[in-house]
């Protein structure tokens, strides 16, 4: 396929100007996507944006990811109620550090052939007056014409209106297109369905200016089947970044996903192509318990963003928990599949702890009596065993890795009791 029908039949496509097909399948067509560094790590919401870049690299294009350095300062009003919060310039170079590091999993930056370019519009707009910028940009641009954005007219008429440094924001944008016209004959912008303004704008500026014809693809705005926003948990926020969301809590979020929602998202955030995903569309509707397209989708995915191995840590944790058989994994693994079940951390002591008095200590229980009570009746275990004695002591060679103890209490309730030594 053609990357416009190879984005289309994928549902990438949620608008696109005339003669955008046609641009494609002519020849080698260099195109840009923005980053806006508001954070140090891109989210999974992200991930479509970025798959449209790496798409279009597959087809023999020439992908170019800007990282938002410069307009990062000022802050998107697209999709927002309120204003930003105005970064620092360390904490946007922190972001953009973070989000370049990610981008390159994705992106081909030795390609020969299409080569991918990953730019900072701070090193233009920093150098940017704002007597020149008035001058040469600014007069192109008719205050009514912003006024009828869908973003700026939200604002408006909201509580919070709009400051004139976010108003100013789509006449940056626009400049940014003009300057990678000019650098690197791209003739393309993409990116999320609220961008479709500030990308005409840019097309604008450079017709304008330049005579020439441009073109723009936005794609659409990702929500789930309930009707929540895509990319939230109850945790937060789903980051690539594995010290914000750990590979295993990441895969978990994919394998979740409802069943009206799988086959979609294995169009949106995979490579799959047309046949493997139909096969994968009939199994799910043959046997929905065996969530067929759920388990491909977390697979994938999660490899994209993490690689094999924490796919192979992510399967090995999940089979572990489904069969209840959790003494064998790791320390670390355990660490992850449980980050934010209650810890108690206690010193180093080669004769070991009284469990009933350890487990009183680690807050498993409000007294030594009830520990009695819950190891008589058969409602603790350690490290997946069950515990019926009240006299057990538990030694530091019985912990996992010698660091630390998993205790259950009933059918749920988990707790870790971390070793510390030296």
């Not at 973070?98 to 900072?120: C, H, K």
């Not at 016209?181 to 604008?204: E, H, K, P, V, Y």
């Not at 929602?261 to 949106?268: E, I, S």
Request: proline share 3%.
């Amino acid at each position: 396929m053609d990357l416009f029908s190879e984005l289309t039949w994928r549902g990438l496509v949620y608008d696109a100007t005339d003669g955008v097909r046609d641009a494609l399948a002519q020849g080698q067509v260099t195109g840009y996507i923005g980053f806006d560094p508001t954070a140090s790590s891109l989210h999974v919401g992200s991930l479509l944006v970025i798959l449209a870049l790496a798409h279009m690299q597959r087809a023999g294009h020439c992908p170019i990811a800007v990282v938002g350095g410069g307009t990062g300062l000022i802050g998107d009003p697209s999709g927002k109620t309120v204003e930003r919060q105005l970064l620092t310039i360390e904490q946007v170079e922190n972001n953009v550090a973070g989000i370049r590091a990610q981008l390159a999993r994705f992106l081909d930056f030795e390609s020969t052939t299409a080569p991918a370019r990953l730019v900072n519009n701070a090193e233009w707009l920093a150098k940017l007056g704002a007597i020149d910028f008035m001058r040469d940009v600014g007069k192109y641009f008719t205050v009514n014409a912003m006024l009828a954005k869908d973003s700026v007219k939200r604002r408006i008429e909201s509580d919070e209106g709009i400051t004139y440094t976010e108003f100013s924001y789509s006449l940056l944008q626009a400049y940014d297109y003009l300057v990678l016209f000019d650098r690197f004959t791209c003739t393309l912008q993409m990116g999320g369905s609220d961008q479709w303004g500030n990308i005409t704008a840019g097309m604008d500026l450079i017709r304008r200016l330049r005579g020439a014809k441009t073109h723009g693809l936005v794609l659409p705005l990702v929500t789930t089947a309930a009707g929540t926003k895509f990319g939230k948990t109850e945790a937060g926020t789903v980051w690539l970044d594995p010290e914000l969301t750990r590979p295993y809590e990441f895969y978990q979020f994919w394998l979740n996903a409802d069943d009206r929602d799988a086959v979609r998202y294995l169009k949106f955030f995979t490579f799959m192509d047309p046949p493997r995903i139909a096969e994968l569309e009939a199994a799910t509707a043959r046997e929905p318990e065996k969530r067929h397209a759920q388990r491909a989708l977390a697979r994938e995915v999660t490899a994209l963003v993490h690689g094999e191995a924490a796919v192979r840590d992510a399967e090995n944790a999940t089979q572990a928990l489904f069969s209840g058989d959790l003494a064998h994994m790791s320390a670390s693994a355990l660490l992850e599949v449980f980050p934010n079940v209650p810890s108690k951390t206690v010193g180093y002591d080669p004769d070991g702890w009284r469990l009933s008095a350890l487990l009183t200590d680690a807050g498993v229980t409000s007294s030594n009596s009830e520990a009695t009570r819950l190891i008589r009746s058969g409602g603790i275990y350690v490290n997946s065993r069950r515990v019926t004695d009240e006299k057990e002591r538990l030694t530091p060679d019985q912990a996992i890795e010698g660091k630390l103890f998993l205790i259950r209490k009933g059918k749920k309730e988990n707790f870790l009791v971390k070793i510390a030594r030296g």
